[in-house]
């Protein structure tokens, strides 16, 4: 079946540090990949997407690349603000294929210090 | 522009209890809607998805069901709330085209959940 793999956290970085959150997915075929975000009491908003191999997504700064030779979909981002923190989830979806749903990854707890 | 809305925000409840849980889309019509469930330090589990009025498929079998009254109206309920109902619960949607999934999904704000 399709999995998501993110690096465990919390990641703690303290502010204009250089972000990377790790995902790996497994996955039969060529998945959408996205990136969610969840802020402390929020539900969650999608961060960007890529919908083919070698695109790169981006939004408010952050970046990843799909990445095919090596399943994987990381995020990074130059610099963090503390209002960054939040919960990051990578996920995959096969579109357009009858049935199907979003797999997620466990989440990444990001903290940024001032 | 398209919005989701999820009530109530949060709520306590007894276990034994019955459960409703609302979801709304403006904006859009003949959505795809989902509802998945958040527990504590966990993942997101996908509960229940529908592709129309009346169509629920369900992912995991307990003692939660839903229902879809109208096109853009998505209920989440249980007869009688047992403790491991507790959680963060999310309604999503995505656009529907001939009964099939699209890709992205849009949240709701979500509603906390804790059962006493």
């Known amino acids: 079946g399709n999995s998501v793999t993110q690096m465990e956290g919390p990641v703690t970085l303290s502010e204009e540090a250089f972000l990377t959150i790790n995902c790996t997915y497994t996955?039969?075929?060529?998945?959408?990949l996205f990136w969610y975000v969840q802020y402390p009491g929020e539900g969650l908003q999608l961060l960007l997407k890529a919908t083919k191999a070698d695109d790169k997504g981006s939004n408010k700064g952050f970046e990843a690349t799909y990445r095919k030779e090596t399943t994987s979909f990381h995020l990074e981002k130059g610099s963090v603000q503390v209002s960054d923190s939040a919960v990051y989830f990578c996920?995959?979806?096969?579109?357009?294929?009858?049935?199907?749903?979003?797999?997620f990854g466990k989440g990444t707890m990001l903290l940024v210090s001032p | 522009s398209q919005t989701i809305h999820q009530w109530p925000a949060t709520l306590v409840q007894p276990v034994g209890s019955p459960l409703s849980l609302e979801c709304t889309v403006e904006?859009?019509?003949?959505?795809?809607l989902y509802w998945y469930r958040q527990a504590a330090g966990r993942g997101l589990q996908l509960l229940f998805y529908s592709v129309g009025i009346g169509q629920i498929s369900s992912e995991v079998p307990q003692n939660l069901s839903a229902s879809r009254p109208q096109d853009r109206q998505f209920i989440l309920s249980s007869k009688k709330l047992l403790l491991s109902d507790s959680g963060f619960y999310l309604c999503?949607?995505?656009?529907?085209?001939?009964?099939?999934?699209?890709?992205?999904?849009?949240f709701g704000p979500g509603t906390r959940l804790l059962v006493l």
């Open positions: 996920a995959l979806i096969f579109p357009n294929s009858g049935y199907s749903t979003l797999t």
């Open positions: 996955a039969t075929g060529y998945p959408s």
């Open positions: 904006g859009t019509s003949n959505p795809n």
């Open positions: 999503a949607w995505s656009f529907g085209f001939s009964g099939r999934t699209q890709e992205t999904q849009y």
